[in-house]
């Protein structure tokens, strides 16, 4: 019986040259762009002059401005072979895909935005910023973030850690540098400068320690993650963050049911138990919380809301005046006080703060704020594409067991930041805004991912 032979393939010959292999990504390539982020991590979190007009905030804005872009540089400067882009968006699951186009297309018309700006200078400038920001997406999809996603986290959590214990000592009376402040719930602000700063920084530290200390494999990780939990709830408590604290219970919640799935109620049930005995057992943040319960029956909903219902309204008024194109990126603060007359001229109510901070430079909500700078379009790209990366991560959850822990970390890291981001701004400063990018990055890179990589958890 006859065999059928196939066409033999044509070798090489010995006189033809071959093509050039791809590059390797590591080496020092990936050892520069490890370091930089490293001292992002740390340099957003810890960096202080004390004689800058700004003492927290301007430092660690340069931290970040220089050294994303020579990250970036070194990690996206050389090609490195990559699929046809047809190859790689067929491979891309569909939400996936989605928060991609969103994404794309909220910074485009930010861009659009800006330029059609009544405040052209200024928004572009902040325009300038909001792109140097965005490198932390794709640095947290980068292969240096797979591979050294344990320095990464080792950093984030020890600077946190150097936070919360000088803020437990600034709660009994050891300053450690001299500070001006305004009422003593300002006295407990640590290297972060500001309280609320610093308890959302704790609380994200905090959902990821405890992800950690629930599922480490290795005994070591597993203790010291533990003991940095005690530390960081120990930190929330002191510094009476309401909105710290509902972050902390979204994200262990999350947390649970992205390492636990169905069998979630019971964890989500000890960590709700946790923060409500801390609350109870801790009498000044009792007293808030009673405080708080008071307001809302009486149905006093500014002082609730600590007087953010002014610069809510004021937010609103500008989407309803500019709804297409906004006002431009980082205008809100030139624009607080005109809209918020308008909007109480058109409600015939004031929306007056009785505290030191009487003027806004954010909307305290990150989602009413896009709305009012980029205009509909770009709110709601925004909110498409942080939607579209949530649902991506929780399906990866459930389907990739083997990789469940980073998973969940992931989601619980973002659902956090997605809660304070409703009353707060954390994607508007450096210290909170590095880590949430950073991890969105990387969790629209294991969301596509078909397997876990080879790294450590």
């Known amino acids: ?53 700004a003492s927290f905030d301007a430092p660690k804005r340069l931290v970040a401005f220089a050294g994303l872009p020579i990250a970036a540089l070194a990690a996206f400067a050389l090609p490195l072979a990559p699929p046809g882009p047809r190859r790689a968006w067929r491979s891309l699951p569909l939400p996936a895909r989605i928060a991609l186009v969103s994404l794309a297309a909220g910074i485009g018309w930010a861009a659009i935005a800006a330029l059609a700006s009544p405040r052209r200078a200024a928004s572009l400038d902040s325009l300038r910023a909001l792109s140097l920001y965005a490198l932390a997406l794709l640095l947290g999809a980068s292969r240096t973030v797979g591979r050294r996603k344990a320095l990464l986290v080792s950093a984030f959590l020890g600077a946190a850690a150097v936070n919360a214990v000088i803020s437990l000592l600034q709660s009994r009376g050891i300053q450690p540098f001299r500070l001006q402040t305004s009422g003593t719930r300002n006295e407990t602000g640590a ?18 320690s405890l992800g950690v200390a629930l599922r480490s494999k290795r005994s070591v990780p597993r203790a010291l993650a533990g003991a940095a939990f005690l530390l960081f709830l120990a930190a929330l408590v002191v510094n009476r963050n309401l909105t710290a604290v509902i972050s902390l219970a979204v994200g262990g919640c999350a947390l649970s049911a992205g390492l636990f799935g169905r069998r979630a109620l019971l964890p989500i049930s000890g960590i709700l138990a946790a923060l409500l005995l801390a609350v109870v057992l801790y009498p000044p943040l009792a007293g808030r919380a009673g405080e708080t ?54 409600s015939r109510r004031r929306y007056v703060n009785p505290l030191v901070t009487s003027s806004y430079s954010e909307a305290h909500s990150d989602y009413l704020q896009a709305f009012a700078e980029t205009g509909i379009p770009g709110g709601a790209a925004a909110l498409v594409a942080a939607g579209a990366l ?68």
């Open 390 to 457: 949530l649902v991506s991560l929780a399906r990866k959850a459930v389907k990739s067991p083997g990789n469940r822990l980073e998973t969940a970390v992931l989601l619980g890291l973002l659902a956090a930041g997605a809660a304070a981001a409703s009353t707060w701004f954390p994607l508007q400063r450096p210290i909170t805004a590095l880590p949430l990018l950073l991890a969105a990055g990387r969790s629209w890179r294991v969301a596509t991912e078909p397997a876990p990589e080879d790294a450590p958890e």
């Open 191 to 208: 290297l972060a400068g500001n309280v609320g700063y610093l308890a959302l920084v704790v609380a994200f530290a905090a959902v990821v």
């Open 293 to 346: 319960v008071r307001l809302a029956r009486a149905g006093a909903w500014d002082r609730l809301t600590t007087y953010r219902v002014g610069p809510w309204a004021a937010a609103l008024e500008m989407t309803r005046e500019r709804p297409l194109l906004g006002w431009g990126p980082g205008t809100y603060g030139a624009e607080f006080v005109p809209h918020r007359l308008s909007s109480e001229i058109r």
């Open 1 to 53: 019986m006859a065999k059928r032979r196939g066409k033999a393939r044509p070798r090489p010959s010995a006189g033809r040259a071959q093509p050039a292999a791809p590059p390797r990504f590591g080496g020092p390539r990936e050892t520069v762009v490890a370091a930089a982020l490293v001292a992002v991590v740390v340099g957003t979190a810890l960096a202080v002059d004390p004689a800058a007009h």
